[in-house]
């Protein structure tokens, strides 16, 4: 079985729960820091994963808040994946080449960080998706609807009835030879989850966007769970970054166990 | 006047060339290496650099080579940046995300690598790639054509005739507040440099799949200058790679020297 697959299985099971928290730490949002970045970062995050490690299904770690702070921030990046254990991590990396690269860059995500997932953003083609799928073990997450305002400018082109959308994830499905993909859909767009869900996509989602982007949390797992369909949700901002200054890590707690709770679904 | 379009274009005055030399280093490809992967990919990025400064109109730098070699490898990119005198730099990262992930691409391109332009993928919508086209001072080349075989899969959707590589270009034209975007379009088409040309685009081109990739380079440069149109080619493994392990670093000039000669375009 898909070590991924196997590593979700057992956190849903222990869990009870598809919450994924994302650590999109920005050194300059956090509290209790020094100069130092990689120790703060990595202090941060540690806490972060004592508060919330036995309310996650996995953690998703978004690249490019690592990537902004230099070698710095990818070793912290680096260090962090080491720190968790028995949960797996998607690398949030949204990488896409030709082959010839693609290949340099799932050999970051896998290889170098030691995620258990990445996404991948499918505009360039089937053959540089595949150079990441290649890796049986490891997860794709295809990015096919984003959750920022801008996803409708070319994903649902030429029309919402044929958009681009669909065509991608019907072509990822038909060509998933090691059963090793699923898909970003963004919660700001609930109605799409349905519709996918009907369509007949079992696949994992992963779906962003009911912290702090004010996507429907209710309509969202409800589709997203329909027709014995998985989803993934990651919040992000509003679990890990709290105003309580004093008890900082308690609350980050009790936030994520309010949405742990929300998303304990049977 | 943008900074990368001025320094490109003292570039092409002063080296007579549209050549760009993709410095995709693959430390197992090199030639005298040490076990110090740092200072070996350094050392054949400077060898490189001082064999062709004078013939070249910038130096295009695959992120995906030096992420895969991990700290080593980033520490290498940013020095090489650093070393990179009077040519711009264009850092093909191929980034993609929502706002507030995309800022921190954009810093990691533009502020720690301190590349003069960045490849940006533009599936997830305008306001993705305005993170990076606020940057007036820097330049921002879309992905419209890629030049692998898989391109056609989604780039020529939902038809030949109403591709989405054409809603894309022409969304994001409309959009160029600071005239800082140009168009990745791929050698392995030329047929499409010349449709895109006679659409009325003049922006500049950025080429790739003249050399290694095999793209049918008489056409492509002639269609990249019609209609006062400017194409920049890359051209990496069949110039920075050479069978003559003696003279290592003049054959890689000799190279360069046939493909500056070829896109020495009056």
Known sequence: MNKFIQKFSNA????????????????????????????????????????????????????????????DGIKALQKTVEIIKDVPVILDAKRSDIGNSAKFYAKFGFEIINADAMTVIPYMGIDTI?????????????VAISSNPGAKDFQEFPSKK??????????????DKYKNTGYVVGATYPEKIRYLREKGFKETFLIPGIGAQKGDAEKSIKYAFMRKGTGIFNISRSIIYQADKKNYFESVRQKAKQYQMMLSVE
Chains 1, 2 share one sequence.
């Not at 990689?38 to 540690?46: G, I």
């Not at 595949?130 to 295809?142: A, G, T």
């Not at 959308?165 to 038909?174: A, D, E, P, Q």
Request: glycine share 2%.
């Open 12 to 71: 849903v099971k222990n869990n009870k729960s598809y919450l994924c928290v994302g650590l999109d730490t920005d050194y300059n949002l956090i509290p209790f820091k020094t100069q130092n970045i990689y120790k703060s970062v990595l202090k941060f995050n540690r806490n972060i994963i004592d508060a919330t490690k036995d309310l996650v299904c996995c953690y998703k770690i978004n690249s490019a808040f690592y990537e902004a702070y230099g070698i």
């Open 130 to 142: 595949d150079v990441f799928r290649n890796y049986k073990e490891k997860f794709v997450f295809i």
């Open 162 to 175: 044929n958009p681009i959308y669909l065509k991608i994830m019907k072509k990822c499905k038909s060509t």
